[in-house]
Every structure is written in C-alpha cells, then in structure tokens.
C-alpha cells in the first residue's frame, strides 16, 4: 500500500506555462521531501519541507500539514523542466525513518 | 567531490547468476540505502545502513543481501539471481539519517533473463 500519492502521473505543458504537481500523503510526517529524475535516470533532491513554502528559483514547495498535502509549482517553464517529479514522505520505525516514495509525476515541457 | 558512485552501470545476467553491486560516497555521510525502481512504481528501499557496521531490511529485501564494508561503501549482493529482479537499482546516501535530504547515485539497470 502506497501512503504517497501524486497527481497527475503524466502532465504535458506548453513552454511558458504555470505548472502544479499534488502530493498527498497519509501518514503523519516531520517533513516532505520533492525529487526530479532527469530523463537520463539521475535523481536530485529539490526540497525538504516542513511547514510554508519554499522556493529554489522558479520551483517553489508549498505544504499543509494539517491538510496532508504538498504542491510543487514551476513558474514560466522551459523544455529543460521535463523530467519525472517525485515526492517523498519519511515512515518512521525502528531506529530510523525512511522514504516512502510517490510513483512521480512525468513532466513534459513542449517548446 | 565524486559524491555517490554506483557500479557497474549495466549488467545482463543470467537466472541463478550472482552479482554485487557496488557503490561508494565520499561525503562522509553515516547512512546509505539501496532502492530499487520499477516501472509504474515508486522507489522501493530494499536494504538501509544508519551507520557503519549496521544494516536493517527495508521493503523489498527478499533475495539480496547487503555489506556495509566501511562509512564509504555499501554492496548489494544478489546470490541467486531471478527475472523478478530486473530492475534499476539506486544507491543512496543521507547525512543524518532521519531521514534528511538524499544523495543518489546514478543507478545500475540490470536485466536478468
């Protein structure tokens, strides 16, 4: 059962375009995490968040805890942006907390 | 700064066939992590190590097994290899654990026929 769910799975966007990627989750986190995975198969940690909004340029994050939910925005965006965006949410048990990783969003950007 | 390595980056092999996958960081980082990526599915941990000299299961850990050898390196071993386990595999590596911001190595595809 996957706690971490994005929507949409497949978004394709005309160069320029505001985009927004929905993450939401069902467990009770300290922070959610957003990656990008680049065509070639390389994968970045963007943010790591816990509370507001963030912002890296034209990425900005955005969560609501009481919500369960988080919103990666791409503001102006650009054939470069296509890639696969994942969020993650940290399980904790045990002595440590690990990622429970979204299935991502694809992400394609048309010139 | 190399930052997390991964070998080989392809390999084939053949059913019951072993192999271990290597990968390495040199961010002085206490906790690395093996996933495994399947198509129309989210990253998988498959085996985790909060430190040197620790390894606990993750989601996924039927057949592999794991080695944290130093703070530098952790292996995957696959002893008898299956189709199932065809898959691209991704190491990782977090500085505190927690778990903090991931660092990914570049990933190994490997197909098993």
């Known amino acids: 059962k996957n706690e971490v769910e994005q929507s949409p799975q497949n978004l394709t966007a005309q160069e320029g375009e505001f985009i927004t990627i929905n993450c939401s989750y069902s467990v009770g986190i300290s922070a959610l995490h957003w990656l990008q995975q680049h065509p070639g198969g390389g994968i970045v940690s963007l943010f790591m968040?816990?509370?507001g909004k963030k912002k890296h340029g034209r990425l900005i994050a955005t969560i609501n805890i009481q919500e369960k939910h988080s919103s990666l925005h791409i503001t102006a965006s650009h054939p470069r942006d296509s890639a696969v965006y994942i969020c993650a949410a940290p399980v904790y048990g045990g002595s440590q907390g690990n990622l429970i990783f979204g299935k991502g969003t694809k992400l394609s950007v048309k010139p | 700064n190399a930052g997390v390595t991964q070998t080989p980056k392809f390999q084939v092999l053949k059913t019951g066939q072993s192999m271990t996958l290597q990968c390495a960081q040199d961010m002085n980082h206490n906790s690395m992590y093996w996933y495994r990526q399947d198509p129309g599915m989210g990253l998988r941990l498959i085996y985790y190590s909060a430190s040197e000299g620790t390894t606990d299961k993750g989601e996924v850990p039927n057949g592999y097994n794991v080695s944290r050898l130093n703070k530098r390196e952790f292996s995957l071993r696959l002893e008898s290899a299956a189709p199932s386990q065809t898959s691209v595999y991704f190491c990782?590596?977090?500085?505190?654990?927690?778990?903090?911001?991931?660092?990914f190595g570049p990933g190994t595809r490997l197909t098993v026929t």
């Open positions: 990782a590596s977090d500085p505190r654990g927690t778990p903090g911001e991931q660092y």
């Open positions: 968040l816990s509370s």
